[in-house]
């Protein structure tokens, strides 16, 4: 029986980003939910947990950084890894993301392969964290 495949939580206004993601991760093996909306992520989260979140920084609704920290905060979501996504390259925004908890960042444009090898780190680190606490 082949393993379960990785649910992925993509919150991104831009809906070409949105197509990149729909179309590109399944191939890799990826189950992929994409919310253009803060209010549409939240109602996702709601109703089903993801392995991973890919996560835009400047949405219009709510910034994705205050969104990481919201997450973060909550203990039904806080151990899922965050994944920033974003157009913003500055320093600054960079030490924001990961200082309210994403795990990684990645520049926009995105490349598949990097993208692919960034989600597969963060969730490797999940299974090692989860064995080390059942050890």
Request: charged share 30%.
């Amino acid at each position: 029986m082949a393993p379960a495949k990785k649910k992925i939580l993509a919150i991104d206004d831009d809906v070409s980003i949105c197509d990149f993601y729909a179309n590109g991760l399944p191939l890799m093996g990826f189950d992929v939910a994409c919310a253009s909306t803060v209010a549409n992520a939240k109602e996702s989260l709601a109703k089903r947990r993801p392995d991973i979140i890919l996560m835009d920084i400047m949405m219009p609704d709510q910034d994705g950084i205050s969104l990481t920290k919201e997450i973060r905060a909550d203990p039904k979501t806080s151990d899922i890894p965050i994944l920033v996504v974003s157009g913003l390259a500055d320093a600054g925004t960079l030490n924001d993301a990961l200082l309210f908890g994403a795990v990684d960042y990645l520049v926009k444009p995105i490349d598949l392969d990097s993208l692919k090898g960034k989600i597969e780190r963060a969730l490797s680190a999940v299974e090692r964290r989860k064995k080390a606490a059942g050890a």
